[in-house]
């Protein structure tokens, strides 16, 4: 992967910036970006504003990734963009990533939404959403390890990769990070001469459509960023507020599904920041004394057994598959790297297979989790082994 800033930038002005009229905001961090994302889109629709939204990765389909409120960017739309985007594409060398990042600011010229909601990818300092040429405000999600072979080995250096978006002036907002993310923050915002809002998470007098209790913390993110634009626009109430988070849903995140009528939970936790959330949300339907099933699909540069040391309580079984047209992590990798849980480790050739060993065993009192990788958990939806509640 070649990150650069200079491809996009260059390929944007080729295409004579499109909504650079636009105000964004961008949401950066590790864990929680499509939340707080979707929360804020939400939030923007219930105050009767046009919301411009694009995010990553999508589940079934790459449409997922861009859309004005309610409605996904078509297909057709789509390929003819893309198309259309191909010359441009082999001059600037493109990213996939690019390339859909592209297609969405075109998407948005013609639409011309009032905000947009730019998710950024992996990063923040080269990435293709920082090319966009307004972005007054940054939301900040919760900055951990992950994606060490593009950001960096410490904890410090990938705050730094994405702090780094943040441009000159702007607002920034964030939950409590850890010291050393928040003193990059702070150090960032004070050179570009920015704003920093901390902000406590929500109580429990707010209703979210997002399941968990850690959304109450990215849902304090996103109504910190919605209230910064109500100060500027006088449109967006608290109400408004409330009704949109109510309804905004994500899916794929602490989701219950049903597998042959038989439900179970779904998480795209991929890291050990998200396994630590995910082993906290665990101890609010069973405790660590109870057995808990997983199904795990790990992709090869995934910290994975650091991940299960986070997810696997005693008496917990989980079941290492693969990740779908993706290097992933095996049995045989796992149990050497987890010498003290290795005899709680089993595999299957797929998620579906062990979904039917569990089944042939007694489906489990505990709800079995799927989780590692959303590209897995789309893989499942898609091909309608999964059905939403």
């Given at each position: 992967?070649?990150?650069?800033?200079?491809?996009?930038?260059?390929?944007?002005?080729?295409?004579?910036?499109?909504?650079?009229?636009?105000?964004?905001?961008?949401?950066?961090?590790?864990n929680g970006k499509g939340s707080i994302?979707?929360?804020?889109?939400?939030?923007?629709?219930?105050?009767?504003?046009?919301?411009?939204?694009?995010?990553?990765?999508?589940?079934?389909?790459?449409?997922?990734?861009?859309?004005?409120?309610?409605?996904?960017?078509?297909?057709?739309?789509?390929?003819?963009?893309?198309?259309?985007?191909?010359?441009?594409?082999?001059?600037?060398?493109?990213?996939?990533?690019?390339?859909?990042?592209?297609?969405?600011?075109?998407?948005?010229?013609?639409?011309?939404?009032?905000?947009?909601?730019?998710?950024?990818?992996?990063?923040?300092?080269?990435?293709?959403?920082?090319?966009?040429?307004?972005?007054?405000l940054i939301a900040?999600?919760?900055?951990?390890?992950?994606?060490?072979?593009?950001?960096?080995?410490?904890?410090?250096?990938?705050?730094?990769?994405?702090?780094?978006?943040?441009?000159e002036g702007a607002h920034v907002i964030s939950a409590t990070q850890e010291p050393e993310v928040s003193a990059v923050l702070e150090q960032r915002v004070y050179e570009v001469q920015g704003t920093l809002q901390w902000v406590d998470a929500l109580d429990e007098s707010w209703t979210l459509g997002l399941s968990g209790a850690l959304q109450k913390r990215n849902?304090?993110?996103?109504?910190?960023?919605?209230?910064?634009?109500?100060?500027?626009?006088?449109?967006?109430?608290?109400?408004?507020?409330?009704?949109g988070f109510a309804a905004a849903r994500w899916p794929g995140r602490l989701q219950w599904m049903r597998w042959r009528g038989l439900r179970l939970r779904v998480d795209g936790a991929h890291n050990p920041p998200a396994a630590i959330a995910l082993a906290r949300e665990r101890c609010s339907w069973s405790s660590a004394s109870s057995r808990q099933i997983w199904i795990l699909a790990i992709q090869a540069q995934k910290q994975a057994p650091e991940m299960l040391e986070q997810l696997l309580g005693p008496l917990d079984e989980a079941?290492?598959?693969?990740?779908?047209?993706?290097?992933?992590?095996?049995?045989?990798?796992?149990?050497?790297?987890?010498?003290?849980?290795?005899?709680?480790?089993?595999?299957?050739?797929?998620a579906l297979d062990a979904l039917n060993q569990l089944l042939k065993q007694g489906w489990p009192k505990s709800v079995p989790v799927i989780a590692g990788s959303l590209y897995l958990i789309g893989h499942l939806m898609e091909n309608g082994t999964l059905e939403a509640e």
């Open positions: 992967m070649d990150l650069s800033l200079d491809r996009m930038t260059i390929a944007l002005e080729q295409l004579h910036r499109p909504a650079h009229s636009i105000p964004a905001v961008q949401v950066v961090g590790t994302a979707c929360l804020i889109h939400h939030g923007l629709m219930a105050a009767g504003l046009c919301s411009g939204l694009t995010t990553s990765p999508h589940l079934v389909s790459w449409c997922e990734r861009i859309r004005v409120n309610d409605q996904l960017i078509s297909i057709t739309a789509l390929r003819h963009t893309l198309e259309q985007l191909q010359p441009l594409t082999e001059q600037c060398r493109l990213t996939p990533f690019e390339q859909l990042i592209c297609a969405a600011l075109i998407h948005f010229e013609a639409q011309k939404p009032d905000w947009l909601v730019l998710e950024a990818g992996l990063g923040g300092r080269l990435d293709a959403t920082t090319a966009h040429s307004w972005r007054p900040v999600a919760s900055i951990g390890m992950d994606h060490r072979e593009h950001l960096g080995p410490s904890l410090q250096a990938i705050a730094a990769e994405k702090a780094a978006a943040i441009g849902g304090a993110v996103a109504a910190a960023a919605l209230q910064w634009m109500s100060a500027r626009s006088k449109v967006i109430s608290n109400p408004a507020i409330r009704e079941w290492v598959v693969p990740v779908p047209g993706h290097r992933s992590w095996s049995l045989e990798q796992l149990k050497p790297a987890l010498p003290l849980q290795a005899h709680q480790l089993r595999s299957a050739e797929t």
